[in-house]
Every structure is written in C-alpha cells, then in structure tokens.
C-alpha cells in the first residue's frame, strides 16, 4: 500500500561459505559478540528486509527525531547531530527519487538505513543508534508507518461510501424485497440496501479512527526493554514526530504488538463487509435474480463455455476473505504464549499486518470501480416485491391501527396468508374483501391500497427505514460524513 518506490538490487556481503562480513559498515548490529560469521542460510532465514523496506521512510524520519534529541541533551556533539540529520535527509530523499537502491543483503531496513548513513558521512553515522534498541525502534517504525497510511485507507473507504450513496440517490424509489433467511421479508428499496452496506463501511472507518487512538504514545527510548542510563528526552522525540506523549513502561512497550493485532482485527471486519457484499452481488447477478449487470471490464467468460459472463471480481473479494482471516489468526498465535519482553517471534508481525492491509485496500478499490460502472434492473427489482407475502406484516400493522392487538391480527394476517395459498393465489392481496372479511371485519376496501408494495415501503417512516423520506436523511448524513472525515494527506 504504502512501499517506497526505490530501484532495488541485492548487494553480496558475504561469503559463499559463512556469509562472513567483508564491509563493517554493512555487519549485522549485534555481530561484536561473535568469532564467527553467521552462515548463509541462516543469514537468509532471519532477514525481514524484504517485509520491512515499506517502513524505510518512517525509519528515517524516528532516526532524525532522536539523533536531534541526542545532539539537544550533548550525548553526542550538535554538530554530529547535525552531520546526522543531513545524512538521513540525503538517504531519504535518494529513496524517494530512486537514485539509492535497497540493499537487501542487509538484516533489516534499520541496519539499512543506519550502514548507508555511515557509508555517507563516516562515524558519526555509528553514533545514531546511541540510547536506542531495535525494540523499540521497530515498535516506532510500526507506529509511524500505520498512523501515515491508515487514513490513505480511511479515505478509500470514504470514496466507496460515496459510490454507494450516488446508487442511492438514483433508487430511492426503485422498490427491492428485504429479505430474512433468504426468503422474502417485507418490501423495501435498492437505497435503503445499498445505504446498509454504507454503514458497515462507516463503522470500519470508525473502528479504523479508535484503533488510532492507541497508537498516539512514543515508544522511543523505551530501549531493550529497561530504557536507558544515558538523559534520554522521550518525550522531546515524541513532539517532534506529532505524538501526544510517551509510553509509560518501557517493558511493555517493546512487548506490545496489540496494535498490530487490533488493526488486523479493523481489516478482518472490513473484509467481511466486503465478502457480505459481493456474495449479494453474485446471487443479483445470476439469471434467477438478474438485479443488476456488472460492466464488462469488471466481468470475464469462460474458457469452454461462450456465452459466460461471470463475477469473477466479486468472487475473488469473496474469495481473499480467509486471507485476512488467517492473517490476524497468524497474529494472535503469535503472541500467545510470548514472555516479556521482546521475542524474536515478534519479527513476524509485519508480514501478516501488511498482507491484511494490503488486500483491503486493493478490495475496496476494485469493488468500488466494480459497483460505479454496473446497471441495475428496475424492472426485475421491482417484480421483486411480487409474491412472497412480503406485505403480510402490514396486514397485521393495519388491524392493530384499528384497535386490534398485534398478536391477534398476526394471527389474522398468518390465516390470509394461509387462504391465498390454498387457493393457489402468491399474493394476499388477491383475495377478495370478502374473503378478507371472514377473518375479520375490521378488514375494509382500503386494505387493497394499503398493502400494496409501494405503500408498504413509503408506510415505513421510522429512523432508518426504505421510505424516500428516511432514506433521504440517510443520504444526507452520509454525505456530511464523508466530507466532514476525508483526511488530507
């Protein structure tokens, strides 16, 4: 979603044999320890730079934060801060413009980014990592990078909902049955639907903007996991990169990872809003139902079978579901039986954040461009209210606005519905008003009009039902959401 577009290449630093170091600049940060260099295959197994290179750009920016935290507090000279600073800002700008290509022989993007620093502006470029952990400099990039591309996320959620509104300005009036266990319900219109769908996308949206909230505290300068001895100003860095304050317990902090699993979580439910939708789109796309015909360019055919045009769009969002699924389940297992603090198991948490996020995103923006170009049935929606006794209900609604109780007049209604079938009639309104009267008197000639389809809809004008009216209140709140909470960024 959010990579750098860099030109990348992989730069051998190793030996054939061992994967032994031949540049010091480019050694893994903790390789003072050992006598020997580690093997080859196991070099390749532990890297993460392939996952974590997206993060180079919130890497840098967490980097110049605490190198100038450094030089302000004189745990390093200002003028090695400033010789930094300069540094990262040439990185990132070469990042940007393609002219550095990512070394993926190195460990991880912070070894990355912390050897081309040195390879530029010498030792100073070693003292960056003074006062730091990659503990909680991972836990930092994680933030940086989520807080910068979640409202890229945010905003296409907000185009969908505004592709679902414009559907329903145009159906207000288009009558659609509801439906309860896939059998007819009670009438309604393609508006009110579409507009139900726009609300699971509001409450993902806003489930994205909670989950925000938690990712406002600083991790840095939590260190390994005991923080530091050196006057470290968190909370200076946490300014400086438009945090709202620091962590409060630097054990905790390296430890935590619920964010990664919360917003996984926000990805799962967004997912499966977008599946619900798609398997409806499927069933009104089939020669039964025939609601509504998706563009050609959002449709294919069949390789044996000519006259095909199949869903397969709809099919694959349904379909990368489990995908998403599998992603937070990989998370939750993760952490499951981790003790504090950091683990190296917790290296694996970019890998299924990202996967997740990824797949949303490129969910939403082919089911929005898939629903903007298709066409609707009126005529077919329409025929839809048609049978069914979807108007039994109303029935029952109209004896109980002349006094009867509602379990009477159920009662009533049931035993209409009951003749008409008998008689081998599929709508009530079919009977005859004397037949009507057998089951109860209060039963007049205007029940004809009153249980008609369209009447059925334009009764229902309670907050949040298919008449024209509340499905015109509808529209406008969502219109006021949408430009009130696109974000600019």
Known sequence: MAKVTVKSTVKENTSSEHGTITNDNHAALWHGRFAEGPDAAAVEFETSIHVDERMALDDIHGSIAHASMLGEQKIISKKEAAEIVKGLKSIEKDLQNGTLQIDYSAEDIHSFVEATLTDRIGESGKKLHTGR????????????????????????????????????VEHKNTLLTGYTHMQHAQPGTLAQHILAWACMLERDWLRLEDSLKRITLSPLGSGALQGSTLPLNREAVASKLGFDGVTSNSLDTVSDRDFCIEFTSDFAILQSHLSRMCEEIVLWSTTEFAFIDLSEKWSTGSSIMPQKKNPDFAELIRGRTGKVYGNLINLLTMVKGLPLSYDRDMQEDKAPLFEALDTVEANLKVFTAMISSAKWNVENLEKSVEGGFANATDLAEYLVQKGMSFRTAHGVAAKTVRAALDAGLTKIEDLSIEEFQKFSPLIEEDIFERISPRRCMENRTTTGGPSPKCTEVQIKDFKKFCSKNRKKV
């Open 133 to 168: 952990s990659r503990n909680d400099q991972i836990a930092l990039d994680e933030r940086l990078y989520l807080n910068r591309v979640i409202p890229l996320l945010q905003n296409e959620i907000i185009t969908t909902i505004e592709a679902l509104v414009k559907i329903a």
